[in-house]
């Protein structure tokens, strides 16, 4: 812009300046130039002149100006923080109670459980018995059961460990027992026939093949005369005397109510004693 100025003032100066010399001109009687001629070289000059001005000027480009972001500088603090101090033993995390904790399990092996279950009431012949060499004999157990589920005529009396008098190493039970009834095992056995005493362990086994009542049984080989000479006999147990005991064990309800019928038909009978529940049934008419 200041160009421009300085280019129209030197145009003004030239024309003032030939005003004046025209003027001059004339009064010396001289011829008078042509004004058109010298206009005509004033803007030749003034023409040239700013050609010259833009060829020295930089030529103007467009140029692209990065967009300024919003960069977030991360600032970095110098405030001191401080932890709090490691529990000593016996104490708890602030905010935690031990109850929140759930307590770890662990792992433990269960015992198989079933329904069945026995107790012992005597077995027949009772330990300690003689028994004469070679001599075969019916080892009974009275077994009250004690579980929940009634024993099948598929569970067996198993010989387990110990020395082995028995017939067989398995035994079907004879009947079936239900929760509440003593009923039996019996197993084939003969006696050795050497003399000396004798040990076996057995075991009932389920239909699922779960041993659930572990049984024993100990006896002497000897000569029926050592044993009437006051040596063990074996106990003989019968309905007629289990049954007469008022106090008999509960598991021979069944039994002894089923066998009154045969044992006294005709009631009262004040000779014979069936008691069921502590009832003599043989009185009762």
């Known amino acids: 812009m200041s160009s421009r100025k300085k280019i129209a003032g030197k145009i003004f100066t030239i024309l003032l300046s030939l005003t004046i010399l025209a003027a001059c001109t004339g009064q010396s009687g001289e011829p008078t130039p042509d ?5 005509t070289a004033a803007a030749e000059t ?34 001191t923080i401080t932890l709090p101090a490691l529990p000593g033993p016996g104490s708890t995390l602030p905010g935690l109670s031990t109850a929140q904790i759930p307590a770890l399990s662990t792992a433990t092996r269960q015992p198989v459980s079933t329904g069945d279950k026995c107790e012992w009431q005597r077995n027949d012949p009772a330990d300690g018995a003689v028994i004469d060499p070679a001599k075969g004999f019916d080892l009974i157990y009275y077994l009250k059961n004690t579980g929940t589920s009634t024993w099948k005529k598929t569970y067996k009396l198993r010989y387990y460990v110990g020395d082995y008098f028995t017939d067989g190493r398995e035994f079907y039970l004879p009947e079936e027992t239900a929760p509440g009834q003593t009923g039996r095992a019996i197993a084939d056995a003969t006696a050795p026939s050497t003399a000396g005493t004798y040990k076996a362990t057995f075991v009932l086994t389920n239909d699922q093949g779960v041993n659930f009542c572990v049984l024993d049984f100990t006896f002497r080989v000897g000569s029926s005369a050592e044993a009437t000479a006051g040596g063990p006999t074996p106990t003989q147990i019968d309905l007629a005397t289990i049954c007469a005991n008022p106090s008999h064990d509960a598991g021979f309800n069944t039994e002894c109510t ?22 003599d049934l043989c009185q009762v008419p």
């Open 46 to 79: 003034v023409a040239a002149q700013l050609s010259q001005t833009a060829a020295a000027k930089p030529t103007n480009t467009n140029t692209v100006q990065p967009t300024s972001t919003n960069t977030i500088v991360p600032t970095r603090s110098n405030q």
């Open 35 to 39: 004004a058109n001629a010298i206009f």
């Open 258 to 279: 089923n066998w009154v019928s045969t044992y006294c038909p005709v009631r009262p009978d004040p000779t014979k004693h069936v008691y069921v529940n502590g009832v």
